[in-house]
């Protein structure tokens, strides 16, 4: 049976550095310990990795030191904070990031990515506005391309995006730490998939428990006054609840709100917790809230990480990578934060 070669990321895994380390320490670019280019080096001898190969040859190809980040995010609330990972990722590269925004109108994509690769953009990262999956672009460009928050619906493709099922159950172990038991979900527009996985995933962990919801799940829009008549409902149905898990700080915005109305204590009667941590919204809220951070800057470092990996002749990974969400405690969940 015939080997096969070894490829500049076997390299990198043995000399114990990243992808791009070994790339530039066998073309001679970059600055570097000695230790470490010699290192890296003597992985590619002790594998018999061609430094003249196709791999390497295609991590050494000309580059403009541009990337293209193509969104359909009307307001920028989650295209923003996406670039911000973007470019710390790539900022120590000297690389720039050209935006621009599509709109959510195919023509004004397929002009966009038009000019973008004429400016000879070295790849592009193509961010959605919302959780649900995207159709790929209509021309498969050139340069490798990265598909960040809404992933591509061709499981060929490379894409980044939030893990909405375990943020919902990251909500939910919370509050259970908690002592509560009586647990409700008020969720955001059903038509989204992110409302669904969220929901999804507090059940899941409830169930784990050995728990259920204090009442099924209810589903509405992303608004503060969906999260208000929602709540008022549950009480005026009689529904004992000691939390509510929110599909969105807006939505716990407006829960907060009736739960106050009525007079209950927040965090000692009831618990609430958020959705996206909307810095606007959760933490300048009375009281703040508690939500859950889906890691937006991280989806953006992660989507830039893919696309250097492939720049340093790695090949990109099919399908969608998950990035962790976080909990951001705050004063309607704990008392003193």
């Given at each position: ?23 530039k320490a066998l073309n001679g ?285 790695a090949g990109q990974r099919a ?19």
């Open positions: 049976m015939v080997a096969k070669p070894s490829t500049l990321g076997d390299v990198a895994r043995l000399a114990q550095v990243s992808i791009g380390t070994a790339s670019r970059g600055s570097m310990r000695p230790a470490t280019r010699q290192r890296v080096q003597e992985a590619a001898a002790a594998l018999r990795f061609s430094v003249a190969g196709p791999v390497l040859q295609a991590a050494l190809r000309p580059r403009s030191g541009t990337v293209g980040l193509l969104t359909d995010d009307p307001g920028g609330r989650f295209a923003l904070p996406i670039l911000t990972g973007v470019e710390d990722a790539l900022g120590p590269d000297h690389l720039s990031v050209l935006l621009c925004d599509t709109r959510g109108d195919l023509a004004r994509e397929q002009h966009h990515l038009r000019a973008l690769l004429a400016r000879g953009v070295d790849g592009l990262i193509v961010v959605g506005h919302r959780g649900d999956p995207r159709p790929p672009l209509a021309t498969p460009p050139p340069v490798p391309v990265v598909y960040a928050l809404s992933p591509s619906r061709d499981p060929r493709d490379v894409s980044v995006a939030g893990d909405d099922h375990a943020a919902g159950a990251l909500a939910a172990r919370h509050v259970l730490a908690l002592g509560r038991r009586r647990v409700v979900i008020v969720g955001g527009d059903p038509r989204y998939a992110a409302a669904l996985r969220r929901a999804d995933g507090a059940v899941a962990a409830l169930a784990s428990a050995g728990l259920e919801a204090a009442a099924p799940p209810v589903f509405g829009a992303w608004s503060e006054e969906w999260g208000r008549a929602a709540v008022h409902r549950l009480l005026d149905r009689g529904t004992g609840l000691d939390a509510v898990l929110c599909g969105s700080d807006q939505i716990a915005r407006g829960a907060v709100d009736a739960l106050l109305a009525r007079g209950r204590r927040i965090p000692l009667d009831v618990a609430v917790v958020g959705h996206d941590n909307w810095e606007e919204l959760a933490a300048h809220a009375s009281p703040a809230v508690t939500s859950v951070d889906l890691n937006l800057a991280g989806i953006g470092e992660r989507a830039a990480e893919l696309l250097t990996e492939a720049w340093a002749g399908g969608t990578e998950l990035v962790p969400a976080r909990l951001v405690v705050r004063a309607t969940t704990v008392t003193g934060s």
